[in-house]
């Protein structure tokens, strides 16, 4: 049988381990939920920080895809205020029915001037006749596009020399133009100011274009035909992928509509 004095002093000692263990514990508990919730607290700040982080680059990116975009895309429509100055100045005019060598340099020097546009077209509104210069994208020469009556409505190709004057004939477009028909005529008519057109097919199979447009008006505001500058959905392409962002990064440019135009 123990002694008294022993199992007293026993059962003491046990209380005493017991207690630390619970002090221990509880100190334990108490360190381990403040590295938790200092834990959990620094992983969702940090979260917000990259989150934060992630919408400001995307921010920034897009203002600088935006700048870039309308550095590239502005001068389009000062290619037809030009027009329509110079035909309020007679340099040009609408009377496209017939030759205009003068009309012909004026368009081949705005086309020698902004290297990004593949169109330039003027439509009368008397007949729908039309006159164009376009930039051939496989050899970048320039060619004089005409359709009226001498031509019988055909859009007939002409090559150009060095001075913007008409040489051989190149080829001709099947069927009959009239160019009151075109999205590009039609959308500023109706729009009555300069618009961005909606994106349409182009002649040539596989083309597609958006146009800078805008009627022409004579002083005493009737209608006498449309400018327009038709801009190549390719070449806005090969445009959005020289713009340098990170390796994973990708631009999208997409229509009020909510149609992709290039990427």
């Known amino acids: 049988m123990p002694l008294p004095g022993l199992a007293s002093k026993t059962s003491q000692h046990q209380t005493e381990i017991l207690l630390r263990r619970l002090l221990v514990a509880s100190f334990v508990l108490q360190i381990v939920a403040a590295v938790g919730i200092v834990g959990y607290l620094s992983f969702r700040n940090g979260e917000r920080a990259v989150q934060e982080l992630a919408q400001k680059l995307i921010a920034e990116t897009g203002k600088r895809v935006e700048e870039k975009l309308t550095s590239f895309l502005e001068p389009i429509h000062w290619v037809n205020q030009l027009n329509a100055e110079a035909i309020d100045r007679a340099e040009l005019n609408l009377q496209l029915e017939r030759l205009q060598p003068r009309g012909d340099k004026f368009l081949w020097q705005q086309m020698r001037s902004f290297k990004s546009i593949e169109w330039i077209s003027l439509g009368a509104e008397k007949s729908g006749e039309f006159l ?132």
């Open 132 to 263: 164009g210069i376009w930039r051939n994208p496989h050899d970048n020469s320039l060619q004089i596009v005409a359709a009226n009556e001498s031509t019988n409505s055909q859009q007939i190709y002409f090559a150009t020399d060095k001075r913007g004057t008409r040489t051989a004939k190149l080829n001709a477009e099947a069927g009959t133009c009239d160019a009151r028909l075109r999205p590009w005529y039609k959308e500023a008519v109706a729009g009555n100011k300069p618009i961005w057109t909606s994106i349409y097919p182009g002649f040539n199979p596989g083309t597609v274009f958006i146009a800078a447009s805008q009627p022409i008006r004579d002083r005493n505001g009737k209608l006498l035909g449309v400018s327009a500058v038709d801009f190549s959905l390719s070449e806005l392409q090969h445009y959005l992928h020289r713009i340098k962002l990170s390796k994973t990064g990708q631009i999208f440019a997409i229509e009020r509509s909510r149609l992709l135009v290039a990427s």
